[in-house]
């Protein structure tokens, strides 16, 4: 569905401003000049508007499926605006947690992983054990000495 608007303010232009928050794109053109001696600005806006897309797709006729590792995305163009599911990151929630790092916005550093292994980019843990003198789940203890 194509909807075209045309604008015409008369006056002082200097100060208009044009801006939309709606999910869908536009497109617009302007010409400035005069019009019984004031300036004036005429524009047009061209949008495509698509239905509102059920949670979890987005895109023209809702066609796209959003991330599963996102928690929600812009259903327009399938950006994670909702944040992330642990362990990942990116603008469409598409990237594991850097090296070392896990949890929730990849913000929780890993453990003493055996011989420097990355740990688990969703609960931290190291999936080959923890390196000498460090035990627990996330390996982030120290051993005890018996004495």
């Known amino acids: 569905m194509y909807t075209t608007t045309s604008y015409r303010f008369i006056g002082n232009t200097d ?9 869908h794109t536009v ?4 010409t400035f ?3 019984t001696d004031e300036p004036y600005i005429e524009f047009a806006i061209t949008a495509t508007i698509s ?3 059920k949670v979890g797709s987005y895109g023209e006729n809702c ?5 599963d590792t996102c928690i929600g995305c812009d259903r327009a163009n399938g950006i ?3 944040g992330f599911h642990p ?17 929730e916005d990849c913000s929780m550093q890993c453990g003493h992983c055996l011989e420097s292994l990355p740990c ?7 999936l080959h054990g923890c390196a000498a003198g460090y035990e627990g789940f996330l390996c982030n203890k120290k051993e005890e000495k018996l004495r």
């Open 87 to 103: 362990g990942w990151k990116g603008k469409f929630c598409d990237e594991e947690c850097d090296l070392g790092l896990h949890g």
């Open 33 to 35: 000049g005069s019009f």
């Open 27 to 30: 497109t617009s053109t302007s």
């Open 80 to 82: 994670c605006d909702s």
């Open 120 to 126: 688990h980019a969703i609960n931290g843990s190291c």
């Open 15 to 23: 100060q208009i401003q044009f801006s939309t928050t709606a999910a």
């Open 63 to 67: 066609a796209l499926v959003c991330n």
């Open 51 to 53: 239905p509102a897309c």
